[in-house]
């Protein structure tokens, strides 16, 4: 399976999780490393808007598409997820969550708070099973800077 990960072109082909180990997201917590994709190139751009200051946004950005091995990871519906998962900023309650259940799986499939039917997927790249996710493709990408005006 295709998952995409839109960031600075200069880290576009690093498997480390570093930005999330450095400063946390909705699912992890400072410390865990982890990758934040999308199941679509367009929810990947919409999520990044969501979460990125228009002042803050680089000129070069790129799409990382990976290939995840198929049922690689733990599916979880909105009913399965903590008390307040889609407030902002994300609490330490659900950052903790998403730590614990990282830990033991490959990637988590969660329901996106911009379109709820559509999918992220956290990649824990301390799993043994991370040495299958590979790069297919790293695309230069301008974002249309009309979305957040």
Not at 3 to 24: C, D, P
Not at 59 to 76: A, K, M, Q, R, V
Not at 132 to 144: C, G, N, S
């Amino acid at each position: 399976m295709e998952v995409y990960h839109l960031g600075t072109t200069m880290y576009a082909r690093q498997l480390t999780g570093e930005g999330a180990k450095l400063f946390g997201g909705r699912w992890n917590v400072i410390g865990c490393p982890c990758i934040y994709t999308a199941g679509s190139k367009a929810l990947c751009a919409l999520e990044y808007a969501a979460n990125v200051l228009l002042e803050q946004m680089p000129e070069d950005l790129s799409f990382t598409t990976y290939e995840i091995p198929d049922g690689s990871w733990e599916n979880f519906q909105t009913k399965d997820l903590p008390t307040g998962w889609a407030s902002s900023p994300a609490s330490l309650h659900v950052k903790e969550w998403g730590t614990r259940h990282l830990q033991n799986h490959l990637a988590l499939r969660l329901p996106s708070i911009v379109i709820p039917s559509e999918f992220n997927y956290i990649l824990n790249p301390l799993h043994p099973d991370f040495k299958k996710v590979r790069i297919k493709e790293v695309e230069p990408f301008t974002f249309d800077r009309r979305i957040k005006k």
